[in-house]
């Protein structure tokens, strides 16, 4: 079973900065597609950033310009770096990834952007 572990969430003022981290169980170049999503209370759960296996990414609207979305092969972990983070950027982070037609989800992590 493919176990991904987010890790690096907490609290930070609005404009702050965080980066959260996503370790597979397995080598992270065997996903074709990894992602982030995020869900807030009372709200169904969105897309934030995706990225390829060669590495494209892909990014909510919201989020464009200030976040950046990486996946390195090196330390097998995928990153979401964040911004200039704002109080609705506050959610339950969830990383994801797709390997042999299966997708996978992470068991979540709190970010929250407040005074």
């Known amino acids: 079973q493919v176990q991904l572990v987010e890790s690096g969430g907490g609290s930070v003022q609005p404009g702050g900065s965080l980066r959260i981290s996503c370790a597979p169980s397995?080598?992270?170049?065997?996903?074709?597609?990894m992602g982030w999503y995020r869900q807030a209370p009372g709200k169904r759960r969105e897309m934030v950033a995706t990225?390829?296996?060669?590495?494209?990414?892909d990014y909510e609207d919201s989020v464009r310009g200030r976040f950046a979305i990486s996946r390195n092969s090196a330390d097998n972990t995928m990153y979401l770096q964040m911004t200039n983070l704002k109080p609705e950027d506050t959610a339950v982070y969830y990383c994801?990834?797709?390997?042999?037609?299966?997708?996978?989800w992470g068991q979540g992590i709190q970010v929250t952007v407040d005074t």
């Open positions: 994801t990834g797709l390997l042999l037609n299966e997708t996978y």
């Open positions: 397995t080598a992270i170049y065997r996903f074709n597609y």
């Open positions: 990225i390829l296996r060669h590495g494209i990414p």
